[in-house]
């Protein structure tokens, strides 16, 4: 082969495995026709799993509600990736999903490796689930000193019982479902939820009732995206939250989400 042509070849070489690289770097981002959110589905009202007609496992929830609009909004396919909660940021981090919907509050902690959307939903305060029969013992956090409290690994839930019930044992477990059995079989005293979560699980359950105990305020959830929004996602994502809130379609999907979720499955 001549030289110059051995050049010109090369340059197309060049050219596509530049090409190539940017599609791979491209991965589930803007540029994709994939929106692909990672969640915990173990959680109702706000992300769950519930069986459709034909047997087959179907996400369903307040914050599936919203990642399907942003999608639509976008004019994207969304791609829903299941996993512990504890393991969300991580995965954002890592690039392998481009947003996190789980009922996330920001924190200090969360701030140093996301960004995040306005507000798509304010919850009640987080609350103490308890047994039944317990619930005159509990109202206080002294209370619970020397009782064991359960909550989601990684969520700020856990940062309550650490920080806050002095002299209480967290029972830090990454599926919720497995915190409320641990409750109704007397392996820990009480959990920590958030407020919607609780008060889902004490409706839906008459050993379970809401410990007379104030955890502080509201909490705003948010969507979170990789630190400094690189796949440029969040003037889309507020444009719909605004839109959604305005419509009343968050309003909507809340109904949906509360009549659904005593049809909660977990996962296979």
Same mark, same amino acid.
């Given at each position: ?16 495995? !530049?090409?190539? #690289? ?8 803007? &540029? ?8 915990? !589905? ?47 940021? +991580? ?7 481009? #947003? ?10 969360? !701030? ?14 987080? #609350?103490? +689930?308890?047994? &039944? ?8 956090? @002294?209370? +619970? ?38 409750? @109704?079989?007397?392996?820990?005293? &009480?959990?920590?939820?958030?407020? &919607? ?58 109904? @949906?989400?509360? !009549? ?9």
């Amino acid at each position: 082969m001549k030289k110059g042509c051995k050049k010109f070849v090369a340059s197309l070489l060049a050219a596509a495995m !530049a090409a190539c #690289m940017a599609a791979c770097g491209n991965g589930s981002g803007a &540029a994709s026709d994939k929106l692909v959110l990672g969640t915990s !589905a173990d959680y109702p009202p706000f992300e769950f799993i519930v069986l459709d007609d034909n047997g087959n496992q179907q996400y369903a929830g307040i914050d599936v509600s919203v990642a399907k609009k942003l999608a639509e909004d976008m004019g994207k396919e969304l791609e829903v990736v299941n996993m512990s909660f504890d393991n969300l940021m +991580l995965s954002l981090q890592k690039g392998e999903i481009d #947003m996190v919907i789980a009922a996330v509050e920001v924190s200090e902690e969360r !701030a140093k490796v996301a960004d995040f959307s306005d507000p798509y939903y304010t919850d009640y305060p987080p #609350m103490v +689930l308890v047994k &039944a029969d317990k619930q005159g013992e509990y109202t206080s956090f @002294e209370a +619970l000193a020397g009782k064991t409290v359960g909550a989601q690994t990684g969520t700020t839930k856990a940062d309550i019982v650490t920080n806050d019930m002095s002299g209480s044992t967290l029972l830090a477990l990454s599926s919720v479902m497995d915190l409320v059995n641990n409750l @109704e079989y007397d392996k820990c005293d &009480a959990i920590v939820l958030d407020g &919607a979560v609780a008060m889902q699980y004490a409706d839906t359950n008459d050993n379970l009732v809401i410990a007379d105990i104030s955890l502080g305020d509201p909490a705003p959830y948010v969507v979170s995206v990789q630190k400094g929004d690189p796949k440029g996602l969040l003037g889309s994502f507020n444009k719909t939250i605004a839109a959604a809130l305005a419509d009343g379609s968050v309003d909507k999907w809340i109904e @949906e989400a509360d !009549a659904l979720s005593d049809e909660a499955v977990e996962a296979e």
